[in-house]
Nanobody, 118 residues
Framework: QVQLVESGGGLVQSGGSLRLSCAAS????????MGWYRQAPEKQRELVAA???????NYADSVKGRFTISRDNAKNTVYLQMNMLKPEDTAVYYC????????????WGQGTQVTVSS
């Protein structure tokens, strides 16, 4: 069984910064991708950023240049550094772990609220 524990959300003013962390535990295959999704009220969940176990990254266009994803494989932990935050970044942020198996398997954290005030 896989568990994901998130931390780091909160309230920040526009232009500010936050750092999210997500630690995974359990049966984690070496080949995996960890990332962050977000869901704002009345909107669909969307990918924010993801990073594979070999370090390849993928970002949503809306966060490129402002957010940075990184990971510590030894700790099975992924981080999301969010700078120059905007009110439209307000959402619940969910950590995701995708195990690259056939078929792949997705696991989700409980979500952490990020609120950016204008």
């Amino acid at each position: 069984q896989v568990q994901l524990v998130e931390s780091g959300g909160g309230l920040v003013q526009s232009g500010g910064s936050l750092r999210l962390s997500c630690a995974a535990s359990g049966s984690i295959f070496r080949r995996n991708s960890m990332g962050w999704y977000r869901q704002a009220p009345e909107k669909q969940r969307e990918l924010v950023a993801a990073i594979t176990s070999d370090g390849s990254t993928n970002y949503a266009d809306s966060v490129k240049g402002r957010f940075t994803i990184s990971r510590d494989n030894a700790k099975n932990t992924v981080y999301l550094q969010m700078n120059m935050l905007k009110p439209e970044d307000t959402a619940v942020y969910y950590c995701n772990l995708r195990l690259i198996t056939i078929p792949y398997r997705d696991y989700w954290g409980q979500g952490t609220q990020v609120t950016v005030s204008s």
